[in-house]
């Protein structure tokens, strides 16, 4: 049984052009299943329309959105211009990251995900949202939680195939805010495996990598089934599910999985 407050944080690709018609398009298709949207910022390193208007778009589609803020592609003050274009917009939810390190090896150096927070509070004081203060969010790793993360208001995981593994995590950490399990859809055994060499903590199952490889549709199944045994385990607030490629698929099967 899923618990009635369980939410279903669904990740949309941004554009890498200046259209956001595919945008909307994931976000009708999703608009069934999801409580809100996570929306990357230059993920993967490619330069994407702003997170923060991304977020606007999905607002004014009714939805909620979670507008994703990297440390790497800004400065203090670029920082600042993205938290006030927010609150222009009426974006209040953020999740901050690091930001994977540039094939440049370049960064700002500015600022770190904890000054990040720390700047949000003080500009929340003098702008709060238009819902109350505005929330911050953090990732984590299956590793023990630094002290400062828990002055987040929220926590993404990182994406793990292992329900046993995530279970055994969540019952060493301690955290006021809500927390959400990360699920992927794997589109390919081709993917899987770079997934793997880039993100070496990511293991995906041998059984997954057979599965899409015999059948490139297996992977919107094995997400799915995963992220209900995680709402049914209780010890989540949520998933955040990345459906990538296969975002229409993985709609129409959560809404199947639910009429049934």
Same mark, same amino acid.
């Given at each position: 049984?899923?618990? *009635?407050?369980?939410?279903?944080?669904?990740?949309?690709?941004?554009?890498?052009?200046?259209?956001?018609?595919?945008?909307?398009?994931? +976000? $009708?298709?999703?608009?069934?299943?999801?409580?809100?949207?996570?929306?990357?910022? @230059?993920?993967?390193?490619? *330069?994407?329309?702003?997170?923060?208007?991304?977020?606007?778009?999905?607002?004014?589609?009714?939805?909620?959105?979670?507008?994703?803020? @990297?440390?790497?592609?800004? @400065?203090? &003050?670029?920082?600042?211009?993205?938290?006030? !274009?927010?609150?222009?917009? $009426?974006?209040?939810?953020?999740?901050?990251?690091?930001?994977?390190?540039?094939?440049? #090896?370049?960064? =700002?150096?500015?600022? !770190?995900?904890?000054?990040? +927070?720390?700047?949000?509070? #003080?500009?929340?004081?003098?702008?709060?949202?238009?819902?109350?203060?505005?929330?911050? #969010?953090?990732?984590?790793?299956?590793?023990?939680?630094?002290?400062?993360?828990?002055?987040?208001?929220?926590?993404?995981? /990182?994406?793990?195939?292992?329900?046993?593994?995530?279970?055994?995590?969540?019952?060493?950490? @301690?955290?006021? $805010? /809500?927390?959400?399990?990360?699920?992927?859809?794997?589109?390919?055994?081709?993917? *899987?495996?770079?997934?793997?060499?880039?993100?070496?903590?990511?293991?995906?199952?041998?059984?997954?990598?057979?599965?899409?490889?015999?059948?490139? #549709?297996?992977?919107?199944?094995?997400?799915?089934?995963?992220?209900? *045994? +995680?709402?049914?385990?209780?010890?989540?607030?949520?998933?955040?599910?990345?459906?990538?490629?296969?975002?229409?698929? =993985?709609?129409?099967? &959560?809404?199947?999985?639910?009429?049934?």
């Amino acid at each position: 049984m899923v618990p *009635a407050a369980f939410e279903w944080i669904c990740e949309i690709e941004p554009p890498t052009r200046p259209d956001l018609m595919h945008v909307r398009h994931q +976000i $009708g298709v999703l608009s069934t299943v999801a409580s809100a949207y996570l929306v990357p910022d @230059n993920h993967v390193g490619r *330069a994407t329309v702003s997170s923060v208007a991304v977020a606007h778009e999905v607002d004014l589609m009714g939805g909620r959105a979670i507008a994703c803020l @990297n440390a790497r592609d800004r @400065n203090a &003050l670029g920082f600042r211009r993205d938290l006030l !274009t927010g609150a222009a917009y $009426g974006v209040d939810e953020f999740l901050f990251v690091y930001g994977d390190d540039p094939a440049s #090896g370049s960064r =700002t150096g500015q600022l !770190t995900v904890r000054s990040m +927070i720390d700047v949000l509070r #003080g500009f929340g004081a003098e702008h709060p949202g238009p819902a109350g203060p505005l929330r911050a #969010g953090v990732t984590t790793r299956l590793r023990p939680l630094p002290a400062w993360k828990a002055d987040a208001d929220f926590l993404f995981v /990182q994406v793990s195939f292992d329900l046993d593994a995530l279970l055994a995590w969540r019952d060493t950490v @301690n955290f006021a $805010g /809500q927390v959400y399990a990360g699920v992927m859809v794997v589109p390919s055994a081709s993917m *899987a495996r770079k997934l793997m060499a880039a993100i070496p903590e990511i293991a995906v199952p041998d059984r997954w990598v057979e599965a899409v490889e015999a059948d490139r #549709g297996a992977g919107v199944a094995l997400a799915c089934d995963l992220a209900g *045994a +995680i709402a049914a385990s209780g010890a989540f607030d949520g998933v955040h599910l990345v459906p990538g490629v296969r975002y229409r698929e =993985t709609a129409a099967r &959560l809404e199947a999985d639910r009429r049934r």
